[in-house]
């Protein structure tokens, strides 16, 4: 299982970015797999940032709804994260986790991309 994060960079604030996550297609497809966001700042823990279920219904950290959006290509196994209107206090580095429910809940995680909002 591989979960591969990519689009982080340093942007000015008010700037867009646009995250993408390829993860293998044994866990995307799962209709039991909900695919999510996470970001962690230096010296915070590491939050929610948006999900996105199977079926398409998605839900966002109230810091970061209307500015951001995530959706997913079912075609391609990605996750994407469309971050608008960045903050200096967006500047993170951010997972992709896919949270796989069976038996037993599983959580597998991607290297993380750096997102630094600075002018």
């Known amino acids: 299982v591989q979960l591969q994060a990519s689009g982080g960079g340093l942007v000015q604030p008010g700037g867009s970015l646009r995250l993408s996550c390829v993860a293998s297609?044994?866990?995307?497809?799962?209709?039991?797999?909900?695919m999510r966001w996470y970001r962690q700042a230096p010296g915070k823990q590491r939050e929610l940032v948006a999900t996105?279920?199977?079926?398409?219904?998605?839900n966002y950290a109230d810091s970061v709804k209307v500015r951001f959006t995530i959706s997913r290509d079912n075609a391609k196994n990605t996750v994407y994260l469309q971050m608008n209107s960045l903050k200096p206090e967006d500047t993170a580095v951010y997972y992709c986790?896919?949270?796989?429910?069976?038996?037993?809940?599983?959580?597998?995680w991607g290297q993380g991309t750096q997102v630094t909002v600075s002018s």
């Open positions: 297609g044994s866990i995307f497809s799962k209709v039991t797999t909900t």
């Open positions: 996105i279920t199977s079926g398409g219904s998605t």
């Open positions: 986790n896919a949270h796989v429910v069976g038996i037993r809940a599983v959580d597998y």
